[in-house]
């Protein structure tokens, strides 16, 4: 199974501000996946992350807000932009090995004051 | 967008009881999965369905699909405080390789 590492685990953000967070997986993995946890709610899909192309975004999420990269197999990034306190929420990086299961990183918790 | 609608939303039973959790869908799946978070924590999986299963075990864990009525159940037999944790079901649409969560199941599982 694929360990996924993520960095920040946490971060305490200023209001107008952008954080980038880094999710490393330890082995190639066909897909990987953005989501995002607002507390006490269950996950909801951001994007996929393309490796070499554009993200593909979910309904009510967009690019200019939560821009994503995926340079190589195994590693991508998700921007969070002009954050505002809505943003406060726990963003978790994810991969799908070629069994189709999802495994997960510890998760990267938000706070925007 | 959620896929996945559960019940209960919360559960709390004692060590030693079965402990059910329900999940419905709407569209057309390639498999279903389930996944347990301990609070604060990343999602840990537990077990993968395929759409043309209807009954998986793994251990404790029973799983049943049930494709016709759109719907899962998780059975935990003999439970433990230690699986005091939130559940959720996960669905792959249909060729997609997108994972969409259901609402989850909050279990509390009291000595």
């Known amino acids: 199974s694929a360990v996924i590492s993520q960095k920040p685990s946490r971060d305490i953000c200023q209001r107008g501000t952008s954080l980038t967070i880094q999710c490393q997986v330890d082995s190639q993995v066909t897909m990987m996946f953005w989501y995002r946890q607002q507390p006490g709610q269950s996950l909801t899909l951001i994007a996929t992350a393309n490796q070499g192309s554009e993200a593909t975004y979910e309904s009510g999420f967009v690019i200019d807000k939560f821009p994503i990269s995926r340079p190589n197999l195994t590693f991508s990034t998700l921007t969070v932009s002009n954050m505002s306190p809505e943003d406060s929420s726990i963003y978790l990086c994810?991969?799908?090995?070629?069994?189709?299961?999802?495994?997960f990183g510890e998760g990267s918790r938000l706070t925007v004051l | 967008s959620q896929q996945g609608e559960e019940d209960p939303q919360a559960l709390s039973i004692q060590e030693g009881e079965n402990a059910t959790m329900n999940c419905s869908y709407k569209?057309?799946?390639?498999?279903l999965q389930w996944y347990r978070q301990n609070s604060g924590r990343g999602l840990v999986h537990l077990i993968l369905?395929?759409?043309?299963?209807r009954e998986k075990h793994s251990g404790r864990l029973r799983v049943t699909l049930d494709t016709s009525k759109k719907s899962s159940s998780l059975l935990i037999t003999a439970s433990r405080a230690a699986d005091t944790a939130s559940y959720f079901c996960?669905?792959?649409?249909?060729?997609?390789?997108?994972?969409?969560f259901g609402t989850g199941t909050r279990l509390q599982v009291f000595p």
């Open positions: 569209t057309s799946i390639n498999n």
């Open positions: 994810s991969a799908t090995d070629r069994t189709g299961e999802l495994f």
């Open positions: 369905i395929r759409s043309n299963e």
């Open positions: 996960a669905t792959e649409i249909r060729n997609t390789d997108k994972l969409i």
